[in-house]
């Protein structure tokens, strides 16, 4: 059993900077891939930001330049920092992984960037 747990979802002031955390736990033994995805009502989830292990980061166009991810926990968790916050930023955000035992995704954190 693979599973993904996020935290750091909440309101934010237009401006404002937020953390989001994911730490994938269970039976694995390789870690390939750890993305962060979002969603608004009505649309498909979209992909915001992913990290390969022992490769490059990269970053949809909408927030490069202003978020950063990253990984720790022996690359077990991975993190999305965003700064200077937009109210087109408010959606539930999702971690995904790829790993030797397949696919998985988290349960979505919400995120609202609201005064």
């Known amino acids: 059993q693979v599973q993904l747990l996020e935290s750091g979802g909440g309101l934010v002031d237009p401006g404002g900077s937020l953390r989001l955390s994911c730490t994938a736990s269970?039976?694995?033994?390789?870690?390939?891939?750890m993305d962060w995805y979002r969603q608004t009502p009505g649309n498909r989830r979209e992909w915001v930001a992913g990290t390969f292990t022992g490769g490059n980061n990269t970053y949809a166009n909408f927030v490069k330049g202003r978020s950063t991810i990253s990984r720790d926990n022996g690359e077990s968790t991975v993190n999305l920092e965003m700064n200077h916050m937009k109210s087109d930023d408010t959606a539930v955000y999702f971690c995904?992984?790829?790993?030797?035992?397949?696919?998985?995704w988290g349960q979505g954190t919400q995120v609202t960037v609201s005064s």
């Open positions: 995904y992984m790829m790993c030797d035992r397949g696919e998985y």
């Open positions: 269970g039976t694995f033994k390789s870690i390939y891939v």
